[in-house]
Protein backbone atom coordinates (compact mmCIF):
# COMPACT_ATOMS: atom_id res chain seq x y z
CA UNK A 1 0.00 0.00 0.00
CA UNK A 2 2.82 2.23 0.74
CA UNK A 3 1.31 4.57 3.17
CA UNK A 4 3.26 7.74 4.40
CA UNK A 5 4.71 7.50 7.69
CA UNK A 6 5.14 10.26 9.87
CA UNK A 7 6.89 10.97 13.68
CA UNK A 8 4.34 12.49 15.55
CA UNK A 9 6.23 11.95 19.28
CA UNK A 10 9.16 11.55 21.02
CA UNK A 11 10.96 10.31 24.11
CA UNK A 12 14.39 9.15 25.10
CA UNK A 13 16.49 8.76 28.66
CA UNK A 14 20.29 9.57 27.97
CA UNK A 15 23.29 9.93 30.00
CA UNK A 16 22.41 13.77 29.80
CA UNK A 17 18.92 13.73 30.97
CA UNK A 18 15.51 12.80 30.71
CA UNK A 19 13.93 15.88 28.68
CA UNK A 20 14.06 16.32 25.09
CA UNK A 21 14.98 20.01 25.69
CA UNK A 22 17.15 19.90 28.36
CA UNK A 23 19.18 17.04 26.30
CA UNK A 24 19.14 18.88 23.25
CA UNK A 25 20.84 22.14 24.55
CA UNK A 26 23.51 20.31 26.64
CA UNK A 27 24.44 18.66 23.07
CA UNK A 28 24.54 21.70 21.42
CA UNK A 29 26.82 22.87 24.11
CA UNK A 30 29.32 20.17 23.88
CA UNK A 31 28.46 18.48 27.37
CA UNK A 32 29.26 15.02 27.99
CA UNK A 33 27.95 12.13 30.24
CA UNK A 34 30.68 10.76 30.36
CA UNK A 35 32.09 9.53 34.37
CA UNK A 36 34.05 6.98 36.15
CA UNK A 37 31.18 3.71 36.70
CA UNK A 38 29.09 4.35 39.24
CA UNK A 39 26.94 1.00 38.74
CA UNK A 40 29.71 -1.44 39.79
CA UNK A 41 32.91 -1.44 40.87
CA UNK A 42 35.02 -1.22 37.94
CA UNK A 43 38.76 -0.31 39.65
CA UNK A 44 40.12 -3.12 38.61
CA UNK A 45 38.87 -3.18 34.38
CA UNK A 46 40.79 -1.64 31.74
CA UNK A 47 38.10 0.68 31.13
CA UNK A 48 37.10 2.49 34.41
CA UNK A 49 34.32 5.08 33.14
CA UNK A 50 31.03 4.82 30.89
CA UNK A 51 28.29 7.14 29.82
CA UNK A 52 25.39 6.60 32.53
CA UNK A 53 21.99 7.25 33.03
CA UNK A 54 21.83 9.18 36.50
CA UNK A 55 19.13 9.17 38.76
CA UNK A 56 16.61 7.10 36.85
CA UNK A 57 13.35 6.85 39.12
CA UNK A 58 10.77 4.53 36.58
CA UNK A 59 8.21 5.69 39.09
CA UNK A 60 8.50 9.78 37.97
CA UNK A 61 7.03 8.51 34.91
CA UNK A 62 4.45 5.69 35.55
CA UNK A 63 3.43 6.74 38.99
CA UNK A 64 3.40 5.22 42.15
CA UNK A 65 0.33 2.72 41.33
CA UNK A 66 1.83 0.73 38.29
CA UNK A 67 3.36 -2.27 38.51
CA UNK A 68 6.00 -2.69 36.23
CA UNK A 69 8.35 0.15 38.14
CA UNK A 70 8.54 -2.68 41.03
CA UNK A 71 9.77 -5.38 38.13
CA UNK A 72 11.16 -3.77 34.75
CA UNK A 73 14.65 -4.53 34.29
CA UNK A 74 17.05 -1.12 34.47
CA UNK A 75 16.47 -1.21 30.41
CA UNK A 76 13.08 -2.08 30.33
CA UNK A 77 12.28 0.62 32.49
CA UNK A 78 14.53 3.30 30.42
CA UNK A 79 11.87 1.71 27.45
CA UNK A 80 8.93 2.65 29.17
CA UNK A 81 9.74 6.15 30.59
CA UNK A 82 10.65 6.76 27.16
CA UNK A 83 7.61 5.63 25.52
CA UNK A 84 5.34 7.44 28.16
CA UNK A 85 6.99 10.58 27.48
CA UNK A 86 6.62 9.87 23.11
CA UNK A 87 3.01 9.27 23.95
CA UNK A 88 2.27 12.82 25.81
CA UNK A 89 4.11 14.35 23.00
CA UNK A 90 1.99 12.68 20.52
CA UNK A 91 -1.50 13.91 22.08
CA UNK A 92 -2.36 10.09 22.45
CA UNK A 93 -2.82 9.84 25.62
CA UNK A 94 -6.33 11.31 25.35
CA UNK A 95 -7.16 10.54 21.59
CA UNK A 96 -10.60 8.79 21.04
CA UNK A 97 -11.17 6.37 18.52
CA UNK A 98 -7.67 5.19 18.54
CA UNK A 99 -8.33 1.23 17.66
CA UNK A 100 -6.21 -1.36 20.15
CA UNK A 101 -5.48 -3.44 16.86
CA UNK A 102 -4.06 -1.20 14.86
CA UNK A 103 -1.60 0.38 17.24
CA UNK A 104 1.68 -1.60 17.71
CA UNK A 105 4.85 -2.03 19.05
CA UNK A 106 8.51 -2.71 17.67
CA UNK A 107 11.35 -2.36 19.25
CA UNK A 108 15.48 -2.94 19.29
CA UNK A 109 15.87 -3.50 22.62
CA UNK A 110 18.64 -5.28 24.29
CA UNK A 111 18.61 -7.95 26.95
CA UNK A 112 18.17 -7.08 30.65
CA UNK A 113 21.11 -6.97 33.44
CA UNK A 114 22.32 -10.17 34.68
CA UNK A 115 21.47 -10.63 38.53
CA UNK A 116 25.74 -10.87 38.30
CA UNK A 117 26.33 -11.22 42.40
CA UNK A 118 23.78 -13.98 42.80
CA UNK A 119 24.96 -15.51 39.72
CA UNK A 120 28.56 -15.50 40.98
CA UNK A 121 27.54 -16.87 44.37
CA UNK A 122 25.82 -19.48 42.30
CA UNK A 123 28.73 -20.51 40.34
CA UNK A 124 31.19 -20.35 43.10
CA UNK A 125 28.93 -22.20 45.20
CA UNK A 126 28.42 -25.20 42.84
CA UNK A 127 31.93 -25.60 42.05
CA UNK A 128 33.48 -29.12 42.54
CA UNK A 129 37.22 -28.43 43.28
CA UNK A 130 38.27 -32.25 43.35
CA UNK A 131 36.53 -32.87 39.95
CA UNK A 132 37.17 -29.54 38.41
CA UNK A 133 33.75 -28.94 37.20
CA UNK A 134 30.21 -27.58 38.29
CA UNK A 135 28.10 -29.76 40.43
CA UNK A 136 24.72 -28.46 38.30
CA UNK A 137 22.65 -30.23 40.50
CA UNK A 138 23.99 -28.11 43.50
CA UNK A 139 24.00 -25.15 41.20
CA UNK A 140 20.17 -25.32 40.51
CA UNK A 141 19.61 -25.61 44.48
CA UNK A 142 21.49 -22.37 44.74
CA UNK A 143 19.92 -20.66 42.43
CA UNK A 144 16.60 -21.15 43.41
CA UNK A 145 17.50 -20.09 47.26
CA UNK A 146 19.77 -16.44 45.22
CA UNK A 147 17.75 -15.77 42.16
CA UNK A 148 14.75 -13.74 41.82
CA UNK A 149 12.11 -15.45 38.74
CA UNK A 150 10.85 -12.43 37.91
CA UNK A 151 14.39 -10.87 37.49
CA UNK A 152 15.61 -13.56 35.26
CA UNK A 153 12.60 -13.68 33.26
CA UNK A 154 13.16 -9.50 32.73
CA UNK A 155 16.26 -10.53 31.44
CA UNK A 156 14.56 -11.89 28.22
CA UNK A 157 15.13 -9.00 25.02
CA UNK A 158 11.16 -9.12 24.41
CA UNK A 159 9.97 -7.87 28.03
CA UNK A 160 10.34 -4.24 27.24
CA UNK A 161 8.02 -4.75 24.15
CA UNK A 162 5.58 -6.42 26.23
CA UNK A 163 5.67 -4.07 28.94
CA UNK A 164 4.91 -1.23 26.38
CA UNK A 165 2.27 -3.12 24.77
CA UNK A 166 0.57 -3.15 28.59
CA UNK A 167 1.06 0.25 29.40
CA UNK A 168 -0.86 1.25 26.18
CA UNK A 169 -2.72 -1.17 25.43
CA UNK A 170 -1.54 -1.74 21.97
CA UNK A 171 -3.01 -5.09 20.71
CA UNK A 172 -1.21 -4.53 17.56
CA UNK A 173 1.74 -6.31 15.46
CA UNK A 174 4.62 -6.48 18.31
CA UNK A 175 7.91 -6.99 17.63
CA UNK A 176 11.87 -7.45 19.21
CA UNK A 177 14.68 -7.11 17.07
CA UNK A 178 18.26 -7.12 18.24
CA UNK A 179 21.04 -6.73 15.99
CA UNK A 180 23.35 -5.22 18.24
CA UNK A 181 23.80 -1.66 17.36
CA UNK A 182 21.86 -1.44 14.41
CA UNK A 183 19.19 -2.50 16.27
CA UNK A 184 16.57 0.94 16.98
CA UNK A 185 17.04 1.87 13.77
CA UNK A 186 16.07 -1.52 12.69
CA UNK A 187 13.40 -1.37 14.25
CA UNK A 188 12.38 2.20 13.20
CA UNK A 189 12.33 1.21 9.60
CA UNK A 190 10.35 -2.04 10.47
CA UNK A 191 7.62 -0.35 12.11
CA UNK A 192 7.56 2.14 8.88
CA UNK A 193 6.91 -1.41 6.87
CA UNK A 194 3.92 -1.92 9.40
CA UNK A 195 2.62 0.57 8.47
CA UNK A 196 3.29 1.41 4.62
CA UNK A 197 1.64 -1.94 4.31
CA UNK A 198 -1.52 -1.06 6.50
CA UNK A 199 -0.88 -3.48 9.45
CA UNK A 200 -1.04 -0.47 12.00
CA UNK A 201 -1.85 2.78 11.96
CA UNK A 202 0.39 3.43 15.31
CA UNK A 203 3.63 2.25 16.01
CA UNK A 204 5.94 2.55 19.19
CA UNK A 205 9.37 2.00 18.19
CA UNK A 206 12.86 2.44 19.46
CA UNK A 207 15.10 1.02 21.35
CA UNK A 208 16.92 0.60 24.81
CA UNK A 209 19.85 -1.04 26.02
CA UNK A 210 21.93 -1.12 29.31
CA UNK A 211 25.19 -2.94 29.24
CA UNK A 212 27.26 -0.79 31.92
CA UNK A 213 27.56 -4.23 34.34
CA UNK A 214 30.47 -6.78 34.95
CA UNK A 215 29.73 -8.74 31.92
CA UNK A 216 29.22 -6.34 29.03
CA UNK A 217 32.30 -3.93 30.22
CA UNK A 218 34.39 -7.11 30.37
CA UNK A 219 32.98 -8.57 27.00
CA UNK A 220 33.86 -5.05 25.20
CA UNK A 221 37.42 -4.84 26.73
CA UNK A 222 37.88 -8.33 25.74
CA UNK A 223 36.71 -7.64 22.38
CA UNK A 224 39.50 -4.04 22.69
CA UNK A 225 36.38 -2.34 21.27
CA UNK A 226 36.12 0.35 24.69
CA UNK A 227 38.44 3.54 24.63
CA UNK A 228 40.45 3.08 27.77
CA UNK A 229 41.55 6.87 28.46
CA UNK A 230 40.76 6.68 32.16
CA UNK A 231 42.52 9.88 32.80
CA UNK A 232 40.66 11.84 30.47
CA UNK A 233 37.30 9.83 30.37
CA UNK A 234 35.31 12.59 29.38
CA UNK A 235 36.76 13.53 25.92
CA UNK A 236 37.58 10.02 25.26
CA UNK A 237 34.86 9.66 22.89
CA UNK A 238 36.57 10.91 19.52
CA UNK A 239 34.80 9.97 16.78
CA UNK A 240 37.05 10.42 13.49
CA UNK A 241 39.77 12.09 15.61
CA UNK A 242 43.39 10.20 14.54
CA UNK A 243 44.08 9.60 18.28
CA UNK A 244 40.50 7.75 18.80
CA UNK A 245 40.62 4.64 20.75
CA UNK A 246 37.52 2.78 20.98
CA UNK A 247 34.36 4.07 21.91
CA UNK A 248 32.33 4.74 25.27
CA UNK A 249 30.12 2.16 26.65
CA UNK A 250 26.45 3.99 27.08
CA UNK A 251 23.04 3.34 28.19
CA UNK A 252 19.60 4.37 27.84
CA UNK A 253 16.43 4.50 25.63
CA UNK A 254 14.73 6.28 22.34
CA UNK A 255 11.24 6.03 21.59
CA UNK A 256 9.21 7.58 18.67
CA UNK A 257 5.56 7.41 17.78
CA UNK A 258 5.37 6.50 14.70
CA UNK A 259 1.92 7.23 12.50
CA UNK A 260 0.33 6.68 9.25
CA UNK A 261 0.24 10.28 7.39
CA UNK A 262 -3.63 10.83 7.08
CA UNK A 263 -4.09 9.03 10.01
CA UNK A 264 -2.18 11.50 12.22
CA UNK A 265 -4.05 14.83 9.95
CA UNK A 266 -7.71 13.32 10.31
CA UNK A 267 -6.84 13.91 14.37
CA UNK A 268 -5.15 16.71 14.09
CA UNK A 269 -1.08 15.58 14.91
CA UNK A 270 1.36 17.56 15.58
CA UNK A 271 3.75 15.81 12.77
CA UNK A 272 7.52 15.97 13.63
CA UNK A 273 8.80 14.47 10.35
CA UNK A 274 8.16 11.87 7.92
CA UNK A 275 10.21 8.54 7.06
CA UNK A 276 10.89 8.47 3.34
CA UNK A 277 13.67 5.93 3.40
CA UNK A 278 14.83 2.93 4.67
CA UNK A 279 18.01 0.37 3.65
CA UNK A 280 18.84 -2.63 5.69
CA UNK A 281 21.47 -5.00 4.32
CA UNK A 282 24.39 -7.45 5.98
CA UNK A 283 28.02 -7.91 5.17
CA UNK A 284 27.90 -11.43 5.38
CA UNK A 285 31.41 -11.32 6.52
CA UNK A 286 32.95 -11.26 10.32
CA UNK A 287 31.05 -11.42 13.78
CA UNK A 288 32.36 -8.32 14.88
CA UNK A 289 34.37 -6.51 11.84
CA UNK A 290 32.45 -4.55 9.24
CA UNK A 291 33.80 -5.53 5.36
CA UNK A 292 36.92 -3.57 4.54
CA UNK A 293 35.54 -2.03 1.64
CA UNK A 294 32.17 -0.92 3.29
CA UNK A 295 29.66 -3.16 1.06
CA UNK A 296 27.20 -3.62 3.38
CA UNK A 297 26.79 0.50 4.82
CA UNK A 298 26.96 1.24 1.11
CA UNK A 299 24.39 -1.13 -0.04
CA UNK A 300 22.32 -0.10 2.72
CA UNK A 301 22.69 4.19 2.41
CA UNK A 302 22.13 3.66 -1.39
CA UNK A 303 19.00 1.50 -0.53
CA UNK A 304 17.79 4.03 1.32
CA UNK A 305 18.20 6.50 -0.91
CA UNK A 306 16.44 4.72 -3.87
CA UNK A 307 13.27 3.72 -1.48
CA UNK A 308 13.39 7.53 -0.63
CA UNK A 309 13.17 7.96 -3.98
CA UNK A 310 16.13 11.64 -3.65
CA UNK A 311 19.49 11.63 -4.81
CA UNK A 312 22.45 11.58 -2.46
CA UNK A 313 22.83 15.54 -3.31
CA UNK A 314 19.76 16.11 -1.36
CA UNK A 315 20.89 14.92 2.03
CA UNK A 316 21.67 17.83 4.26
CA UNK A 317 23.04 16.46 6.88
CA UNK A 318 24.47 12.94 7.89
CA UNK A 319 23.82 11.75 11.57
CA UNK A 320 26.94 9.05 11.69
CA UNK A 321 27.28 5.97 13.05
CA UNK A 322 30.63 7.20 14.26
CA UNK A 323 31.77 5.30 17.57
CA UNK A 324 35.25 6.02 17.65
CA UNK A 325 37.04 2.75 17.06
CA UNK A 326 39.50 2.91 14.24
CA UNK A 327 37.82 0.58 11.74
CA UNK A 328 34.40 1.93 12.40
CA UNK A 329 35.08 5.10 11.19
CA UNK A 330 37.45 4.77 8.53
CA UNK A 331 35.07 2.28 7.07
CA UNK A 332 31.87 4.76 7.25
CA UNK A 333 33.73 7.36 5.55
CA UNK A 334 34.97 5.43 2.50
CA UNK A 335 31.54 4.35 2.38
CA UNK A 336 29.55 7.62 2.41
CA UNK A 337 32.68 8.74 -0.22
CA UNK A 338 31.64 5.75 -2.00
CA UNK A 339 27.66 7.00 -2.16
CA UNK A 340 28.10 10.14 -2.46
CA UNK A 341 31.01 11.02 -4.50
CA UNK A 342 32.74 14.45 -4.96
CA UNK A 343 29.14 15.91 -2.82
CA UNK A 344 30.44 13.85 0.38
CA UNK A 345 33.28 16.54 1.01
CA UNK A 346 30.31 18.87 0.88
CA UNK A 347 27.80 16.98 3.19
CA UNK A 348 28.08 17.68 6.94
CA UNK A 349 28.14 14.77 9.08
CA UNK A 350 28.54 14.27 13.12
CA UNK A 351 28.06 11.81 15.77
CA UNK A 352 26.46 12.21 19.18
CA UNK A 353 28.17 9.53 20.62
CA UNK A 354 30.88 11.90 21.25
CA UNK A 355 28.78 13.27 23.82
CA UNK A 356 26.45 10.50 24.87
CA UNK A 357 28.92 7.51 24.14
CA UNK A 358 27.49 4.54 22.33
CA UNK A 359 23.97 3.30 24.01
CA UNK A 360 24.21 -0.15 21.86
CA UNK A 361 20.87 -1.12 20.84
CA UNK A 362 19.23 2.33 21.85
CA UNK A 363 21.78 4.39 20.14
CA UNK A 364 20.00 4.54 16.50
CA UNK A 365 16.84 5.64 18.04
CA UNK A 366 18.45 8.82 20.43
CA UNK A 367 20.35 9.49 17.79
CA UNK A 368 17.28 9.60 14.88
CA UNK A 369 15.49 12.08 17.53
CA UNK A 370 18.61 14.17 17.43
CA UNK A 371 17.89 14.11 13.38
CA UNK A 372 14.49 15.39 13.85
CA UNK A 373 15.55 18.47 16.03
CA UNK A 374 17.94 19.54 13.91
CA UNK A 375 15.30 19.59 11.48
CA UNK A 376 13.31 21.67 13.82
CA UNK A 377 15.97 24.32 14.84
CA UNK A 378 18.09 24.13 11.67
CA UNK A 379 20.65 23.16 13.80
CA UNK A 380 23.74 20.31 13.31
CA UNK A 381 24.94 18.47 16.60
CA UNK A 382 28.72 18.60 16.47
CA UNK A 383 31.33 16.11 16.96
CA UNK A 384 33.22 17.20 19.89
CA UNK A 385 36.73 16.32 20.98
CA UNK A 386 37.65 16.47 17.82
CA UNK A 387 41.35 17.63 17.27
CA UNK A 388 43.74 16.00 14.77
CA UNK A 389 42.46 15.02 11.75
CA UNK A 390 42.80 11.62 9.98
CA UNK A 391 44.15 11.25 6.70
CA UNK A 392 41.54 8.33 6.56
CA UNK A 393 38.98 10.47 7.53
CA UNK A 394 38.53 13.41 5.73
CA UNK A 395 35.28 14.53 5.63
CA UNK A 396 33.15 17.57 7.59
CA UNK A 397 32.65 16.11 11.34
CA UNK A 398 31.31 19.71 12.43
CA UNK A 399 33.59 19.53 14.91
CA UNK A 400 33.05 20.93 18.25
CA UNK A 401 30.76 23.28 17.98
CA UNK A 402 27.10 23.20 16.41
CA UNK A 403 26.71 24.74 13.44
CA UNK A 404 23.87 26.91 11.67
CA UNK A 405 22.44 25.41 8.41
CA UNK A 406 19.82 24.62 6.19
CA UNK A 407 18.64 21.25 7.07
CA UNK A 408 15.15 19.76 5.49
CA UNK A 409 16.24 15.87 5.17
CA UNK A 410 18.56 13.77 7.37
CA UNK A 411 20.13 10.56 6.89
CA UNK A 412 20.86 8.70 9.47
CA UNK A 413 23.65 5.33 10.33
CA UNK A 414 23.47 2.64 12.16
CA UNK A 415 25.98 -0.24 12.05
CA UNK A 416 26.56 -3.49 14.29
CA UNK A 417 28.25 -6.13 15.21
CA UNK A 418 27.39 -9.74 13.19
CA UNK A 419 27.24 -7.25 10.15
CA UNK A 420 24.20 -5.48 10.43
CA UNK A 421 23.97 -1.75 8.47
CA UNK A 422 20.51 0.02 8.76
CA UNK A 423 19.97 3.67 7.28
CA UNK A 424 16.90 5.88 7.56
CA UNK A 425 16.16 8.77 5.47
CA UNK A 426 13.87 11.84 7.24
CA UNK A 427 12.66 14.79 6.10
CA UNK A 428 10.41 18.27 7.00
CA UNK A 429 7.01 17.48 6.37
CA UNK A 430 5.05 19.29 3.68
Not at 2 to 20: A, Q
Not at 240 to 259: K, N, P, Y
Not at 355 to 382: F, K, N, W, Y
Request: proline share 4%.
Amino acid sequence: MNRRVVITGMGWVTPLGCEIETVWRRLLAGESGVAPVRNFDAGTYPTRFAAEVKEFDLQRYLGPHYEAHRTASRNAGFALAAAEMAWKDASLAGASKLDPEMVGVYLGAGEGPIDFENFVRCNVGAWDAEKRQLDTLRWAELAYQHLDAVREFEQDPNCAAGHIACRFNAQGPNLNTLTACAASTQAIGEAAEVIRRGDADVMISGGAHSMIHPLGVTGFNRLTALSTRNDSCVTASRPFDRTRDGFVLGEGAGILILEEYEFARRRGARMLAEIIGYGSTADAFRVTDMHEDGRGAIAAMRGALDDAGIKPQEIDYISAHGTGTEENDKIETLAIRAVFGEYAKRVPISSVKSMLGHLIAGAGSVELITCVLAIRDQVIPPTMNYSEPDPNCDLDYVPNQPRKAPVRTCLSNSFGFGGQNDTLIIRACT
